[in-house]
């Protein structure tokens, strides 16, 4: 079993930055690819980027290509989102995700943050 713990989220105004974190438990982190989910308000959560176990191979969705970037430190347990010229639509909760299952599809996930973009 994992627990994942994310943070870092906020409100910020358009064009701004924020890094988000996701702290997890337990001693196989270091063998599971990660990933982050956003869903915005009456919407289905969508994929936003992903890293593989070794951080060697990342993936990111087409609307964050550019502006978005993961990573993580298998010694501190923690995966990263540092998210870079966010936009209204960029306005989320935000989830991080462990041990992928299948393309996009993963068996442990956390409680989200939410990130606000402001005009």
């Known amino acids: 079993q994992v627990q994942l713990v994310e943070s870092g989220g906020g409100l910020v105004q358009a064009g701004g930055s924020l890094r988000l974190s996701c702290a997890a438990s337990g001693r196989t982190f270091g063998s599971y690819d990660l990933a982050w989910f956003r869903q915005a308000p009456g919407k289905e959560r969508e994929f936003v980027a992903a890293i593989s176990w070794s951080g060697g191979n990342t993936d990111y969705a087409d609307s964050v290509k550019g502006r978005f970037t993961i990573s993580r430190d298998n010694a501190k347990n923690t995966v990263y989102l540092q998210m870079n010229s966010l936009k209204l639509e960029d306005t989320a909760l935000y989830y991080c995700?462990?041990?992928?299952?299948?393309?996009?599809?993963?068996?442990?996930w956390g409680q989200g943050t939410q990130v606000t973009v402001s005009s």
């Open positions: 995700a462990a041990n992928r299952i299948s393309w996009r599809l993963y068996r442990y």
